[in-house]
């Protein structure tokens, strides 16, 4: 069965200190593996989509990568405003897992001045 | 501009009662979603619509009933409400259908649902 694991559940940073969360992930033939945040009271925000192994993406302060079986969220110099909560998600390919989005349990991150 | 909406924000319900819960996206999407989100967090997709047409369906008691009238609206009505049910749903859309290359869910602010 198609899994996705994200670890650690949840982060403590100092503002200024950089880290990673990690997603990794089981699937059948990997169509794309998405990034968001979310929020408290709010829904998901797409942040980046990545499609193959090698492939990175950077926005501001963040920058996601993947490998076949993982994919890492980079967060450089985090600042108070980047806490949330981090999902990841993978899209396999076709067949019966068609157009379905299986997420991660998600990372909490807290960053303090 | 909102892109996708739901209406209403918060529901508190007695158990039993049939409720419905509204969602539109103004972004122009062939493929809506219903999510459900548990108190830990996670999210698990429900139903999916392509141009009116149900293509998932994930394994969800019959008393959720997903309703599409137009591409642009996706409902969803549950009957006989029991505490279970008590979770935020999100509605989502993306700009192709499922059965094209790689696309992106853009999701609601979701409907906090609370069974009494």
């Known amino acids: 069965e198609d899994q996705v694991t994200q670890s650690p559940e949840a982060l403590r940073l100092q503002e200024g200190e950089s880290s990673s969360l990690n997603c990794s992930y089981t699937?059948?033939?990997?169509?794309?593996l998405f990034w968001y945040r979310q929020d408290p009271g709010k829904g998901p925000e797409f942040l980046f989509t990545?499609?193959?192994a090698g492939e990175e993406k950077e926005k501001e302060r963040l920058k996601a990568t993947l490998t076949k079986k993982e994919s890492f969220l980079h967060i450089t110099a985090p600042k108070p405003e980047d806490s949330a909560t981090y999902l990841c998600?993978?899209?396999?390919?076709?067949?019966?897992?068609?157009?379905?989005?299986?997420f991660g349990r998600g990372t909490q991150l807290t960053v303090w001045p | 501009d909102t892109a996708v909406s739901q209406t209403p924000k918060y529901l508190v319900t007695q158990m039993g009662n049939d409720k419905s819960i509204k969602c539109e996206q103004n972004?122009?999407?062939?493929?809506m979603y219903w999510y459900k989100q548990d108190s830990k967090k996670f999210l698990k997709i429900m139903f999916s619509?392509?141009?009116?047409?149900?293509?998932i369906n994930e394994t969800v008691p019959n008393r959720f009933s997903p309703k599409s009238p137009d591409k642009a609206h996706l409902n969803l009505h549950i009957n006989s409400l029991e505490l279970g049910d008590s979770a935020v749903y999100f509605c989502?859309?993306?700009?192709?259908?499922?059965?094209?290359?790689?696309?992106?869910?853009?999701f609601g602010p979701g409907t906090r649902l609370l069974v009494l």
């Open positions: 619509y392509n141009n009116k047409e149900l293509i």
């Open positions: 989502a859309s993306s700009q192709e259908g499922p059965f094209l290359e790689q696309e992106t869910q853009y």
């Open positions: 699937v059948s033939g990997l169509r794309g």
């Open positions: 972004l122009g999407h062939d493929t």
């Open positions: 990545l499609y193959s």
């Open positions: 998600a993978v899209q396999a390919g076709r067949g019966s897992t068609l157009g379905r989005l299986y």
